[in-house]
């Protein structure tokens, strides 16, 4: 079996956030809608870090003709964006990235989801920023209006387990625990 050198798929412990996965998303600055997910990734995942880590270089070597351009050289890849960003240093104050790092993927297409049984998932509200899963991911480079580096695409997602959600917003079963029953005579 072909093995893709620019292809990974994360650890059992990766966190999901900002997970537009069942329906497209406007990107920044008037870009198309697309899927997408910020995965973070805890920095004692060596094996995902590493293997995310080969994967961005194959991708740079791979795509060395499109970084060059018209340009007379190949940047080095220090000196482009690259998806592997570290959550301690650019998401400071945010208890979820600390300790990792993070990766945003987007696709054009909807990813394939599916349970740790690996059953298609079709209750939307079991995934959602949160939740703890592997996803299968890829990276290419990239060179658009001056701007190069490497990106990562979205393949497919399975949900491992559940986890505290990320959205900042209150469970209703949270918000009303205080109150057992009729407590204001309400329903007298």
Request: aromatic share 10%; hydrophobic share 30%; proline share 5%.
């Given at each position: 079996?072909?093995?893709?050198?620019?292809?990974?798929?994360?650890?059992?412990?990766?966190?999901?956030?900002?997970?537009?996965?069942?329906?497209?998303?406007?990107?920044?600055?008037?870009?198309?809608?697309?899927?997408?997910?910020?995965?973070?990734i805890?920095?004692?995942?060596?094996?995902?870090?590493?293997?995310?880590?080969?994967?961005i270089?194959?991708?740079?070597?791979?795509?060395?003709?499109?970084?060059?351009?018209?340009?007379?050289?190949?940047?080095?890849?220090?000196?482009?964006?690259?998806?592997?960003?570290?959550?301690?240093k650019?998401?400071?104050?945010?208890?979820a990235?600390?300790?990792?790092?993070?990766?945003?993927?987007?696709?054009?297409?909807?990813?394939?989801i599916?349970?740790?049984?690996?059953?298609?998932?079709?209750?939307?509200s079991?995934?959602?920023?949160?939740?703890?899963?592997?996803?299968?991911?890829?990276?290419?480079?990239?060179?658009?209006n001056?701007?190069?580096?490497?990106a990562?695409?979205?393949?497919?997602?399975?949900?491992?387990?559940?986890?505290?959600?990320?959205?900042?917003?209150?469970?209703?079963?949270?918000?009303?625990?205080?109150?057992d029953g009729?407590?204001?005579?309400?329903l007298d």
């Amino acid at each position: 079996m072909f093995k893709n050198p620019t292809k990974v798929v994360t650890g059992i412990n990766t966190r999901w956030s900002y997970a537009n996965v069942w329906e497209p998303r406007q990107m920044p600055n008037g870009g198309k809608s697309k899927y997408s997910i910020s995965l973070i990734i805890p920095k004692s995942d060596t094996t995902t870090i590493e293997k995310i880590k080969a994967a961005i270089q194959a991708a740079y070597e791979e795509g060395e003709s499109k970084l060059k351009g018209n340009g007379k050289f190949v940047p080095d890849l220090d000196s482009l964006k690259i998806p592997l960003r570290d959550g301690d240093k650019e998401r400071k104050g945010d208890d979820a990235y600390k300790d990792s790092y993070f990766v945003n993927a987007n696709s054009d297409t909807a990813p394939g989801i599916v349970d740790a049984s690996r059953q298609p998932i079709l209750d939307r509200s079991e995934v959602y920023s949160g939740c703890y899963g592997r996803a299968s991911i890829n990276f290419y480079a990239f060179n658009t209006n001056g701007n190069k580096g490497i990106a990562c695409g979205l393949n497919n997602l399975q949900k491992i387990r559940d986890g505290e959600p990320l959205s900042g917003r209150a469970r209703a079963e949270d918000d009303f625990a205080e109150f057992d029953g009729d407590d204001d005579g309400f329903l007298d």
